[in-house]
């Protein structure tokens, strides 16, 4: 969010601190205030769904909801307001969860309770996704999102040799096994093939020929062997988005090498000045000296 601006010096550029930043008490204190209340409409949109609490406690929860609605529909309409171009934040991450987070129930103002009960059902659970909001307040968040940018071309290649392996597999077994076995066509085969591959293993539907069970046996031994590689292209995308963060890639005036950390005032090979645009101090020092000198 280092892209967003406050719309206007005064109340604006004051909310803007408030809301957006978190180097004041007040600032520290509202993101505090909004992380509880984010994990209490959570758990009241959980404990809602179970059928002796909703019986019981319905009507509160159905008010309490009412509440958190209000209070992040006001802080939303806040976050606009201070902002010099609201309808940027509003399409980003977190402006596409912040209007998740109340949109269900203003929503379900439009459908009758006694009627559509699978749609206000739904839009009820969507309310969930106001702990995605907590990404916000987690200095990490922003790097992992970047790290699933950044290996999503990597990881879409890996899950495309996946299906590929689950299709060819399940295809065979699907020739090998009699239809007594579970496999009735197909698509139910490709089930048993991703169950098989993660490594999951339900046991509703087994082969029970011995091509069919070796067949099996090779698909767990394929997904023990490819499970981690996802995993590992993320993980190198998150270290190389912490090395970026870490080190500078300006090479150094005097002998060329870069990497230096963004801190760092002097070349770590040949002790040069960094900053081009600034005088080294120790230049400055010796001047100084040698006019002492002079007098």
Not at 3 to 28: C, M, N, W, Y
Not at 205 to 226: C, H, N, R
Request: aromatic share 12%; glycine share 6%; net charge negative.
């Amino acid at each position: 969010m280092a892209d967003l601006r406050p719309a206007a010096v005064g109340l604006r550029t004051r909310l803007f601190q408030i809301i957006f930043e978190s180097d004041s008490r007040l600032a520290k204190s509202f993101d505090i205030g909004l992380i509880l209340m984010i994990l209490a409409s959570v758990a009241v949109v959980m404990l809602d769904s179970v059928d002796s609490y909703h019986s019981a406690f319905g009507t509160l929860f159905y008010e309490a909801e009412w509440a958190f609605t209000l209070l992040f529909t006001l802080e939303l309409a806040a976050r606009l307001y201070c902002l010099e171009r609201p309808l940027k934040y509003l399409t980003s991450f977190y402006g596409v969860i912040d209007l998740l987070s109340i949109l269900p129930t203003w929503l379900a103002l439009l459908f009758p309770w006694g009627q559509s009960l699978l749609v206000v059902r739904l839009l009820r659970v969507l309310r969930i996704f106001r702990v995605l909001r907590l990404m916000q307040f987690v200095g990490e968040g922003r790097l992992l999102i970047d790290a699933l940018k950044n290996s999503w071309h990597q990881i879409l290649l890996f899950l495309f040799g996946v299906l590929m392996i689950v299709i060819i597999f399940s295809s065979l077994v699907y020739l090998i096994e009699p239809p007594e076995a579970g496999f009735t066509n197909i698509p139910t085969a490709v089930y048993w093939g991703v169950v098989t591959l993660t490594t999951v293993g339900y046991g509703d539907i087994t082969p029970v020929t011995p091509l069919g069970q070796f067949i099996s046996m090779m698909v767990m031994l394929i997904g023990y062997s490819i499970i981690a590689v996802p995993t590992g292209v993320f993980s190198a995308e998150v270290i190389r988005s912490l090395r970026e963060q870490r080190y500078s890639n300006e090479a150094c005036p005097g002998c060329g090498l870069d990497r230096h950390e963004h801190d760092s005032r002097y070349c770590r090979r040949c002790g040069t000045w960094l900053d081009e645009d600034t005088q080294d101090p120790r230049l400055r020092d010796e001047a100084d000296g040698a006019s002492q000198q002079g007098h």
